[in-house]
């Protein structure tokens, strides 16, 4: 049990570490040129890239994001094709953390985790999905639905885009391409004292917002990162880079703390169902059982 709630949090944290796009609109909008849609002028503040990219996300709702990250020593791989639409929301996850595989799926206010065998035996079933129902009242399995909904919410690109309005700040820019494709080229630092507010300071006592505002004094809280968006202000890939602030924060984790996003198939149809009612058991029964 204890090992399957360190993949779902795994998995939690590199969806969670989903953040694109930072930046004063440009003078000279896109212009048609030959077939090719022409950059803009690159932008040199976050709160007017993320005006503009809001309306290419916003219309789009689905895309797919192929993830690689490093979180210390754990290796977190994957795709997550998503529509964003609030409670109508689908997403299908399929990722690979310490090596194996983790398949989740959302669906009408329902989070499907796919069972691996092993996981089977251990909690006694033969159900090959577990459920968590994101509007229960239960108190553990709230707690663990909103964790994972917060995951979730942060790989939604209008959530994203929030972000680098609220905590970053573009430190240069450049017009290159990327895999063929004309790219405004950002480089960016987020301020981790401010996301931390964003992520937690609604939900983080008084207590623990004392403890961790005192351990992360005079560190060095900015991250690193570099994002690409194409003509239509839309992300194509993100990477960012927390390994120094991890060590100046004095965390216990070691190693490389670092993510690439890749983002492709925007507008596509995205079709998630939910698991044969019959192939379905409660999550959090099933891991009270495994205790």
């Known amino acids: 049990m204890i090992r399957a709630t360190f993949k779902l949090t795994a998995v939690a944290a590199a969806l969670t570490l989903l953040v694109t796009g930072c930046g004063t609109r440009p003078s000279a909008p896109a212009e048609d040129k030959g077939g090719e849609l022409a950059l803009a002028t690159p932008f040199t503040d976050a709160l007017g890239l993320v ?13 797919k994001t192929t993830i690689d990250s490093m979180l210390g ?3 977190v791989t994957g795709t997550v094709m998503a529509l964003y639409d609030g409670p109508a929301s689908k997403i299908d996850v399929n990722m690979t953390t310490a090596g194996e595989a983790v398949t989740m799926r959302l669906v009408d ?5 796919k069972l691996p065998p092993a996981q089977q035996a251990e909690l006694k079933t033969d159900k090959n ?6 509007n229960s009242e239960d108190p553990q399995t709230k707690a663990v639905g909103k964790a994972m909904q917060k995951s979730f919410e942060m790989g939604d690109p209008m959530k994203q885009l929030e972000l680098v309005e609220k905590t970053g700040r573009i430190i240069r820019s450049e017009q290159t391409r990327l895999d063929g494709v004309p790219v405004n080229h950002y480089f960016v630092e987020f301020d981790a ?10 939900q983080a006592t008084p207590e623990e917002r004392a403890k961790i505002e005192k351990r992360l004094e005079g560190k060095n809280l900015l991250i690193p990162a570099e994002l690409w968006f194409n003509a239509e202000q839309l992300p194509l890939k993100m990477t960012m880079d927390m390994t120094s602030f991890m060590k100046s924060a004095g965390g216990r984790q070691t190693g490389e703390a670092r993510a690439t996003y890749t983002y492709s198939d925007w507008g596509t149809p995205v079709n998630v169902t939910a698991p044969p009612a019959a192939e379905v058991a409660d999550y959090p029964e099933l891991m009270k059982q495994g205790i």
């Open 73 to 75: 020593a754990e290796k």
């Open 193 to 202: 004292k401010k996301q931390f507010d964003l992520f937690l300071g609604d």
């Open 51 to 63: 005006e503009a990219a809001k309306q290419g996300t916003r219309k789009s709702k689905s895309s």
């Open 129 to 134: 999905w577990g459920k968590i129902d994101l």
């Open 109 to 113: 206010q329902a989070l499907f985790i």
